[in-house]
């Protein structure tokens, strides 16, 4: 008789409790039944859904809220509430399906001649995807040894700083220049995140404080160097560097797709075989489960630190490389473009596996290209996506509360990668 | 019958051992110390110009006039420098007990900062540097700081870590700039400010304890939520309509009689707004709360050890959420004084980070409100920095960016440097499951 495993991870997923599920009944079921049975029992797959459901219905509340047409009709509301509920509606409908024609599919697209307006949505949910992909892998490898990495805009400022120096300033041959504009925005990103390791390693620093820190040392720095002789832009007064030579920018896959997004899946397979298949992953997972128990073990903590902080600031750094040298072309003040705090969003959604971070970059990089949208067909201020998306992970990370209000059985706890995270003392 | 009992054997005497500082870590401290007292003597003392620094104590309208202080300001900041190597010296060679050390670090940190002022002042004799502008800029800067945390400390000593702060400071701000303008009353500005940090405080509290989220992550994601919320609120009502939903308006200070008028301290302290003055008062009253009160000591045992607490029938949970929204009432407060205590008009991300710098104080002050107070203070300054060296012209022209890093970098630096690994709160962080 074989026990099916309810949760079908492999076994990189981030440990859950053991009774999350109640057990559900074995045996022969059909498809409608067993769909009953997953959010009769609360499986994990229906929690998230419903957690994504939940935060939909927020968001729809917010920009009801946002809405001036909405909140004119409601002073009335006692004498006609339909207009209320029309307005809301409208504005609802208007800015939802202008996520979606911004992020997947664009229906006014098929009255075009040719294809390529019908694939544009989903390359704008890939360009955005790509940074975000890296960024959460950033604070997910971060994240398995037990380091919260908020530091992810420092790091791919840095990376981005650095990449976009051999981008304008080092003249190299064609595929030299890449290359080696990508691996020193890698290197420049790592040695930041290095840093806070260092710090945590040798004075205990907490990485909370030591990255927010570092996030706006980082930040004014590269305001610094944007009015710096050597790196503005000559002749300009705005505060942009030079443009990046043609020779270093990435390849194009289609319109304004660019292979960053390439990089992130190969990233993304990187960090999964670091993970799971390599003797590092296996002392840096070690470490974040209890890093006392590792001591005992003979694993170097401190070494530990330091190590996975450089790889969270390479990852980082790869998200500047992507943002100079494949969307942007340039290194301006706004390179972050909220990216930073987003990758940890990310993250929290993947819940602490390669692949949960790549299908959530996904979501997030759809968002981002839908909240484009929203703020050109509908005076919704775009802002809400960003708020639907911390509501969103916060739902994902209490399962229990998504239980709660549909009913579900199934003892709640606390997300899988959340509870890897230490506190001041760890 | 009693028997008759001594008096004397009554009275239990112990001695404090205190653990002993490792020789690498006192080398380490000492170095450090040693560094500093160089910067000292070297960047402020032989990099001054030469001649006096000249120091304005009084302005114009106080009661009391002192005339310039005048004194030569490289030689000044080099004794000042040489006090503190040797102060760091000390500390590497023979080790200070730990009472002394601090004092050490207090009185490095306060001479690197008057070093600081020397080396400004120096080298332009008509225009000295006035003190007083600087002690109330430090002092309104360094109020959210002291707040936030006061909120931070308050929530944490029972058991709960609120990374939050940044959130409840940002939402409070909105709250009270947009309540203040739509009821045209800073009071209800300042109210609605504290409900705002309130709001999100009660949002940790569920989540954190009821559904026992990681409290780390809630933290940071709720900071996102606060702005996320505030920046489409910024967007949706007070860009469209900023003379009802954003006027800016501020609290009007309040000037002490007597004490108002002492020359340099009194214009700083005494003639504040009242968000200033609730501030101070929350400090004593959350120092003697906390140490010498019955709610203290329950919270403290509930943030030490919960379950002896809940065996002795404290009731772990309700303290818990009760400090925390405390703690964001007062989180709260320090929004207001951004916004209404402060500048007026709300800007996005008009926190940009003073709740994290408000936290590095929590853990640089070791979770007690009077360690908490001087970093604050401390982060305050260097706050104000950019304000300072635009009033005066220093001898080297500092890029504003650097000025700007300057909170950043002290705090990198006095979290690493001076604090290392720290003793939170034993059960800091973990959530309590009865039974």
């Known amino acids: 008789m074989s026990v099916t495993t309810e949760h079908g991870g492999t076994d990189d997923t981030a440990p859950e409790p053991l009774d999350e599920q109640s057990s559900a009944p074995h045996g022969r079921r059909g498809f409608g039944r067993r769909l009953l049975d997953a959010y009769l029992y609360g499986q994990t797959w229906v929690v998230t859904l419903l957690a994504f459901v939940c935060a939909l219905i927020f968001g729809a509340i917010l920009i009801a809220i946002a809405d001036a047409p909405t ?334 209000i549909f009913r579900l059985k199934g003892r709640g706890g606390g997300s899988g990668v959340g509870q890897l995270a230490k506190g001041w003392n760890g | 019958m009693t028997a008759v009992v001594d008096e004397e054997e009554l009275v239990v ?74 102060l760091g010296i000390g500390e590497m060679v023979i080790g200070y007990r730990r009472a002394w050390w601090r004092v050490a670090v207090g009185v490095s940190a306060v001479l690197f900062v008057v070093g600081f002022l020397c080396w400004m002042a120096t080298g332009d004799p008509t225009i000295p540097l006035g003190l007083t502008g600087m002690m109330q800029q430090t002092i309104v800067s360094a109020i959210p700081f002291i707040l936030g945390a006061l909120a931070g400390i308050v929530c944490e000593r029972s058991g709960v870590i609120n990374v939050a702060i940044e959130g409840q400071m940002l939402l409070g701000a909105f709250a009270g700039a947009l309540f203040a303008s739509a009821a045209s009353n800073l009071g209800a500005g300042v109210i609605a400010a504290m409900l705002g940090g309130a709001l999100i405080a009660v949002l940790l509290a569920v989540f954190a304890i009821r559904y026992l989220v990681n409290q780390v992550v809630l933290g940071v994601v709720l900071n996102a939520f606060a702005l996320g919320l505030t920046n489409l609120g910024y967007q949706s009502l007070m860009q469209s309509d900023p003379n009802s939903y954003n006027a800016g308006n501020t609290l009007s200070p309040i000037k002490i009689p007597l004490l108002g008028d002492i020359p340099v301290l009194g214009q700083a302290f005494f003639d504040v707004n009242i968000i200033t003055y609730i501030t101070y008062a929350l400090v004593v009253v959350v120092d003697i709360g906390l140490f010498r009160t019955r709610w203290g000591l329950r919270t403290r045992a509930v943030g030490e050890h919960p379950r002896a607490a809940d065996t002795v029938g404290i009731k772990v949970r309700g303290t818990r959420y009760r400090n925390v929204i405390i703690g964001g009432l007062i989180a709260g407060l320090a929004g207001a004084a951004l916004t209404v205590g402060g500048s007026g008009a709300f800007n996005a991300n008009i926190s940009s980070g003073k709740g994290f710098i408000a936290l590095a104080a929590v853990i640089f002050g070791r979770w007690s409100p009077r360690g908490a107070i001087a970093a604050a203070l401390l982060f305050g300054f260097t706050d104000e920095l950019q304000t300072l060296v635009t009033a005066v012209t220093p001898p080297v022209t500092i890029p504003s960016a650097f000025l700007s890093m300057a909170p950043y970098v002290v705090t990198v630096i006095a979290v690493a440097g001076f604090v290392g690994r720290v003793q939170a709160p034993a059960a800091d962080g973990e959530p309590y499951v009865k039974g």
């Open chain 1, 71 to 404: 909140r004119t009709a409601s002073h009335y509301f006692f004498q006609h509430p339909t207009d209320t509920f029309s307005a809301a509606w409208r504005a609802i409908s208007a800015a939802y399906s202008a996520l979606f024609r911004g992020a997947i599919f664009n229906t006014n697209s098929l009255y075009s001649n040719g294809g390529v307006p019908i694939f544009l949505p989903i390359s704008d949910t890939l360009v955005n995807a790509a940074p975000l992909i890296l960024g959460g892998l950033a604070v997910t490898v971060a994240f398995r040894a037990g380091l919260f990495n908020i530091g992810v805009q420092g790091q791919l400022i840095m990376g981005a700083i650095c990449a976009g120096y051999v981008g304008f300033a080092w003249h190299l041959p064609i595929v030299v220049h890449v290359l080696v504009a990508l691996i020193v925005g890698t290197v420049g990103g790592a040695l930041w995140g290095g840093l806070v390791g260092l710090l945590k390693a040798r004075t205990g620093a907490h990485e909370v404080i030591t990255t927010i820190m570092l996030n706006y040392v980082a930040y004014y720095f590269l305001g610094y160097l944007l009015g710096l002789r050597g790196y503005q832009a000559p002749h300009s007064n705005e505060a942009t560097s030079s443009f990046i030579d043609k020779s270093a920018q990435l390849p194009n896959l289609f319109e304004d797709l660019h292979s960053g997004i390439i990089l992130a899946l190969l990233a993304a397979v990187l960090v999964w075989w670091l993970l799971s298949r390599s003797t590092l992953g296996f002392t840096l997972k070690a470490v974040g489960a209890n890093a006392f128990a590792a001591r005992t073990a003979g694993m170097k903590i401190e070494r530990s630190y330091i190590t996975v902080m450089l790889i969270s600031g390479a990852l980082a750094g790869l998200v500047g490389v992507c943002q100079v040298l494949g969307t942007r072309h340039v290194v301006t003040q706004d390179v972050d473009a909220g990216l930073g705090f987003d990758a940890i969003t990310v993250a929290l959604l993947g819940r602490g596996t390669p692949v949960g971070t790549v299908l959530a970059g996904l979501l997030f990089g759809a968002f981002r290209a839908g909240g484009l949208a929203i703020s050109s067909y509908t005076t919704t201020p775009p802002d809400v996506v960003s708020v639907i998306e911390p509501v969103m992970v916060l739902f994902i990370a209490a399962p229990a509360l998504v239980r709660g």
């Open chain 2, 13 to 86: 005497t112990h001695e404090v051992i205190e653990p002993p500082v490792s020789a690498r870590r006192r080398r380490v401290r000492g170095a450090v110390l040693v560094l500093t007292g160089l910067i000292i003597f070297f960047a402020w003392g032989l990099g001054a110009k030469n001649g006096e620094a000249a120091f304005q104590v009084s302005q114009a309208f106080d009661k009391y006039q002192i005339p310039v202080v005048r004194f030569p300001g490289g030689g000044a900041a080099m004794i000042m420098g040489s006090i503190v190597v040797l």
